[in-house]
Antibody, heavy 118, light 110 residues
Framework: EVQLVESGGGLVQPGGSLRLSCAAS????????MNWVRQAPGKGLEWVSY???????YYADSVKGRFTISRDNAKNSLYLQMNSLRAEDTALYYC????????????WGQGTTVTVSS | QSALTQPRSVSGSPGQSVTISCTGT?????????VSWYQQHPGKAPKLIIY???KRPSGVPDRFSGSKSGNTASLTISGLQAEDEADYYC??????????FGGGTKLTVL
């Protein structure tokens, strides 16, 4: 079964750091590009970052310079290092696989919650 | 990276058809055939229902269809069913391997 499982969320103070993980299974992880997408409480979806299977990396303007995406193909894992966290970063963070045809996200995890508050 | 514009809500009765619009610019929706649509039920992860403007993933009923004209993409759901009640989001490639979502539309089945 194709599956993505996020972990690492929690409560952190403003200005703090957190590292999210996404464990992939059921498919050849190294062959796929991956995304992080977040959803603030009661709000819509927001694309956060992309890690291409060829190594390209891109970020939304809202997180550029503060967040770092990485992956370990040997461990079938995607990561998101989040620094200088702000209250507006509070959200459910999803890991999503790029389907490879038209930048669609065809597999999603259940998400991990990040709360930034003092 | 401005969000795409969707109506906040739409509604329809069982068996009817509804269309949800998604308006962007020539830098995103209008510039590429890379529009996808996602269905999200409360407390659940989003589910891909349309990609590449009008393609349906395996398992998605053909009641769901997508199209695009200029800078506006549309999702049409025909033969509405109670289980279609959910939030719907469009998403477009916006160049430079960046993506942008719409604000989301709440579909109510009356």
């Amino acid at each position: 079964e194709v599956q993505l499982v996020e972990s690492g969320g929690g409560l952190v103070q403003p200005g703090g750091s957190l590292r999210l993980s996404c464990a992939a299974s059921g498919f050849t992880f190294s062959s796929y590009s991956m995304n992080w997408v977040r959803q603030a409480p009661g709000k819509g979806l927001e694309w956060v970052s992309y890690f291409g299977n060829s190594g390209s990396i891109y970020y939304a303007d809202s997180v550029k310079g503060r967040f770092t995406i990485s992956r370990d193909n040997a461990k079938n894992s995607l990561y998101l290092q989040m620094n200088s966290l702000r209250a507006e970063d509070t959200a459910l963070y999803y890991c999503a696989r790029d389907g490879g045809a038209a930048y669609e996200m065809d597999v999603w995890g259940q998400g991990t919650t990040v709360t930034v508050s003092s | 990276q401005s969000a795409l514009t969707q109506p906040r809500s739409v509604s329809g009765s069982p068996g009817q058809s509804v269309t949800i619009s998604c308006t962007g610019t020539s830098s995103d929706v209008g510039g590429y055939n890379y529009v996808s649509w996602y269905q999200q039920h409360p407390g659940k992860a989003p589910k891909l229902i349309i990609y590449g403007v009008s393609k349906r993933p395996s398992g998605v009923p053909d009641r769901f269809s997508g199209s695009k004209s200029g800078n506006t993409a549309s999702l049409t759901i025909s033969g509405l069913q109670a289980e279609d009640e959910a939030d719907y989001y469009c998403c477009s490639y916006a160049g430079g391997d960046t993506l942008v979502f719409g604000g989301g539309t709440k579909l109510t089945v009356l």
